[in-house]
Each structure stands twice: as C-alpha cells, then as structure tokens.
C-alpha cells in the first residue's frame, strides 16, 4: 500500500517540478519573435487611441443606479457588484486601537486568469490591454480573463468577457496554478479573488487587443511606471521555480549559461527562490510565529452607516476625511469603447498621495532574506497578513513625527542608488481605484544592517515567502506586487 501511494504521488510531484522549470525558462526569455518587445510601445498606444476613455467627476447622488441605503451604505440598486460601507474598527494592535472609515465591500470571487501556451519550447501568457476607467495612461496589460461575479454572470447586461468559457470549463491537467488570494485589507473588506494560469488543450488564437508575451517580457515591463497593472501582479506573483534537491545540477547550468558574475544579485535571487535550507528561521518557526499573533491581538470590524463615521463627512462630491488625509470616495461618468458596456457610472477610490513599498533585503547564510512585516489590516480575513518592511499608502507619512513614523521609512528613503535593485512607480487596480499609484522598492541592506527584529517582523528567504503564497491569507496584495517584480536577468 505505501508503494501504492508513493507511485500515486510521484507523477503530481514530477509535473510541478516540470510546470516550474518551464515557468524558470519562460521567466529567462526577455524578447520573443511571437510579441517583439519592439511591437509592444505600438500596440498599448493603438489600444489606447481605439479605446477611446473618457472620465467625468460627478456628485455622487448623479450616479445612474447607485444610492444611499436604508442602512446607511452606498451600493448599486440591483445589489450586484460592490458598495461603499462604513465601519468601526477596534484591536488592541498597534498604537491606533480605534477608528472609523470606508470600506469597499464586494462579497465576490472574481477571476484572474491567464492562458499559457508554448511558442518555441518557451511559455508565452496571453495578456489583454485593458482600459479601467482609473488607470494611469488609461491602458495596462492585465490578465486574459479579469472578471467579478458581477462581471461575468452578466449582471451589467453586457456581453460575456472574453476567454471565460475556457477558465470555466478547464480540466485539471490543464491547470498550471490555481490560489485564492486577498486583497487589499485596509481597502476591501475580506475580499479574495481566484488568481489561476491555465493551458488549454483546445487551440485558441489572440484576440484584436491580446498578446502573447515570455514570462520575461512581463517582468521586464515591470521595471516601467504603470505598465503591468495589479492583476496581472497577483497573479504572477504564485509562480514557482521549484527548489534545491538532487537535480540542483540543472540549477547551475542555469546560472552558467544565462548570468555572469557582473549580475550577482540577480543570481542570489533566485537562489533565494529555489534554495529550501540555509533559512534563519524553519517555516515551523514562521508559522508558530504568525499562528501565535493571529491569536494574541483582536480584530473586531463592524458596520457602521457612512454618515455616523467619526472624521469623515458626505459631501455632494465625494465622501471624504475631514482632514484630507487616506482617502475619497468620488463619483466618475465612464465611457470607454470595446468594453462589454460601453458607458456606465461608478464610485472609485481617489487617495490623497502616493505611497510607498518596499522590502529590505539581507544575505543570511549566504541567501538573500527578506524582511517581511506583520500587518494587522481592518479587511484582513485572518487578523494578521505578512507585508512588506514598509506599506505607506497614501503617502501620510510625510508629515509624521520622526518617532511615529513607520520603522525603516528612513532607512529606505535614504537608501543609496546602488542599493537599489528594483524602484518604479506601480498603479493599483484601476477598476476601483482612481489613478493611484506607489513608489514599489527593494533595496538592499548595507553590512550594518542588524539582524535582530522587533516582534511584528521576520527574515523570510523567497523560498520560504513562495510556500506561504501558496496558501489562503497569508501574503498580502503589496507583498505580492514587490514580489511579482522580481527577475532574474
């Protein structure tokens, strides 16, 4: 019987490993003959001028099938999509242990999905230009499929999102990645979505605004300011390369073949990817350690209508901080062409500054470690997530005291050039948030740099951060976006 199972379990541990070595090549590819890199400037541009977006602030009581509720919150009348709630939180984390704000609440599993298919022996990913009426240069390259319920059971009365029959109907075998993730807590309210790549057996052609594109070219494209937009970044970011074992042989032809020496810290992150020992703390240790502050500290969320919010008011335009500060929510008239509905009205999220985020990075061992955070958000559905060393949304810290300002803000804002492995601007998801955008870093520790932390931090090597995405609320939306950037060439 032991025999038995352990033949049942070698072909399913054989194809993971395959699906990460063909993930590990596609993510080595930087151009393809299939999408040029040189074609891509060309068609963005072409989708935009087609697209034709156009955006108008209205008050928010001008919105076509929105309104305030009996019960105090702003929803759509067909009680479909997502509403504006109001809520009060209470904890006993952190130094702010009671507030009120805004929440969006959209009890929907939504789909992210992206189609592979080999070109060449190389992984491609088919990738839409989207428009999303709060995007930064109007057009980003999302996942094939981007869809709420909402979206895709038709609830707008538009037509059907393309490519959804195939993540509706696609067979076990066909499925390359399949995880249920978060996302913004300080935003949503226990919101997730189905983040999956799959490879259809049935042949499928690119649709007028879709390309094919090597895992590659999209991490190169994340070293642009707003190109690769959120979805896309969730998604990619549950790739796995695999792990050290008794083919790590294999590994090093990798490194032989496609780095030089010149390009060392590519070649320590992805040995932080697939290096499973040499870790500062075993992932027993992690897990104690977050199992015990999901049961230390509280959480307590509940509803609370949006005109008793303490520090926030309902103006004719907006719902607003009295002090400016987070966030508004605005009303927006949208009108863009080769949507399943062409025009239609909405609340977005408009927040007052960019942000920042970023991750310190430490060799430990000899492996590159990443300092992740635990962070208590409101829209959490497990109390505590893990986040980057710093998560500054909003920008607020910038007229903080300097002792009150988040730890390591100020080692990384004074971080030098060279320390520096990734820095670009990131949009987030322009369907629910208008034009915002965060400063996303990873920089890399100086030799001073101390290894001990405080009790809401842990050195985490990407091995071991690649395990925890792969299960339900763990890793949150921001980590999950740093993480996403990073490549190997």
Not at 101 to 122: M, N, S, Y
Not at 451 to 470: A, C, G, P, V
Request: aromatic share 10%; charged share 20%.
């Amino acid at each position: 019987m032991a025999g038995a199972a352990q033949s049942k379990a070698r072909p399913s541990a054989s194809k993971r490993l395959h699906t990460s070595l063909r993930f590990l090549k596609s993510s080595l590819v930087v151009d393809s003959a299939t999408t040029p890199n040189a074609t891509i400037a060309n068609w963005l541009d072409e989708e935009r001028q087609s697209a034709s977006l156009s955006i108008e602030r209205i008050p928010l009581t001008d919105l076509e099938s929105w309104e305030f509720t009996e019960n105090g919150c702003f929803a759509h009348r067909s009680k479909r999509f997502f509403s504006i709630q109001g809520i009060e939180v209470a904890t006993d984390w952190g130094p702010i242990t009671n507030w009120d704000q805004p929440i969006i609440d959209q009890p929907e599993v939504g789909f992210l999905g992206i189609i592979a298919r080999e070109f060449d022996g190389i992984l491609h990913f088919l990738m839409q230009a989207k428009v999303e009426p709060g995007n930064i240069n109007a057009v980003q390259i999302s996942p094939t499929l981007q869809a709420t319920k909402s979206n895709y059971t038709r609830a707008h009365g538009g037509a059907t999102p393309q490519y959804l029959e195939h993540f509706m109907d696609a067979k076990p075998e066909e499925v390359l990645l399949d995880q249920l993730q978060s996302e913004q807590g300080a935003r949503f309210l226990a919101k997730r979505n189905r983040n999956i790549i799959i490879e259809p057996q049935r042949p499928l052609s690119a649709m007028r605004n879709f390309r094919w594109l090597t895992l590659g070219q999209i991490k190169r494209l994340l070293r642009q300011p707003n190109v690769i937009n959120m979805d896309t970044r969730t998604v990619i970011s549950g790739i796995s390369y695999g792990e050290f074992d008794d083919r790590a042989e294999y590994y090093f032809d990798l490194f032989a073949t496609h780095f030089s020496t010149s390009n060392l810290p590519a070649i320590s992150l992805l040995r932080s990817f697939l290096h499973a020992g040499e870790s500062l703390h075993s992932l027993e240790e992690i897990l104690s350690w977050v199992t015990h502050l999901r049961s230390r500290y509280e959480l307590r969320v509940s509803r609370k209508p949006l005109a008793e919010l303490r520090q926030w008011q309902i103006e004719n335009d907006c719902i607003r901080h009295q002090a400016n500060r987070f966030f508004k929510v605005i009303g927006t008239r949208v009108d863009i062409r080769g949507r399943e509905v062409r025009a239609w009205s909405q609340p977005l999220i408009e927040s007052a500054q960019e942000g920042l985020l970023a991750f310190i990075i430490k060799p430990i061992n000899g492996i590159y470690h990443f300092l992740v955070q635990a962070k208590l958000e409101p829209g959490n559905f497990d109390i505590i997530e893990f986040a980057p060393t710093v998560q500054c949304l909003t920008g607020n810290f910038r007229d903080t005291a300097p002792e009150k300002r988040p730890p390591y803000l100020d080692y990384i804002l004074t971080a030098q050039p060279q320390q520096l492995l990734f820095d670009t601007m990131q949009s987030e998801e322009g369907g629910r948030f208008f034009q915002e955008q965060n400063r996303n870093l990873l920089v890399l520790a100086d030799e001073d740099f101390p290894l001990e932390t405080s009790e809401n931090y842990r050195w985490m090597t990407l091995n071991q951060i690649k395990q925890f995405i792969r299960f339900n609320n763990y890793l949150n939306m921001q980590a999950r976006s740093l993480i996403s950037a990073i490549s190997f060439t």
